[in-house]
């Protein structure tokens, strides 16, 4: 019996605490900015930052694009050096 009571009392008190605790603390206003701010002349525009970007992902897709066919042509090397020598090993069973 003395239990649940002590147990709502606690909660009611972390309760109450809780939100004076939330008072307490002072809100952060919009005004306030966080860190070091950059001058704008000193930063690149936007579209600065997506061309740059684009042209790193054009210049990665190209180099996939070369990987793809150099990894196509030897594949089909390997495919045709196999069928030369099946055929090759089949004559001579022959």
């Known amino acids: 019996m003395l239990f649940p009571s002590l147990l709502r009392r606690a909660v009611f008190m972390i309760s109450i605490l809780s939100v004076i605790g939330l008072l307490s603390v002072d809100p952060i206003r919009a005004d306030q900015e966080s860190g070091t701010a950059i001058p704008a002349e000193s930063r690149p525009c936007v579209d600065c930052h997506a061309f740059e970007f684009m ?40």
């Open 55 to 94: 042209q790193r992902a054009l210049q990665d897709l190209k180099k996939t694009a070369y990987n793809l066919d150099m990894r196509t042509e030897t594949l089909l090397l390997q495919v045709e050096k196999r069928n030369l020598c099946d055929c090759v090993t089949a004559n001579m069973l022959n």
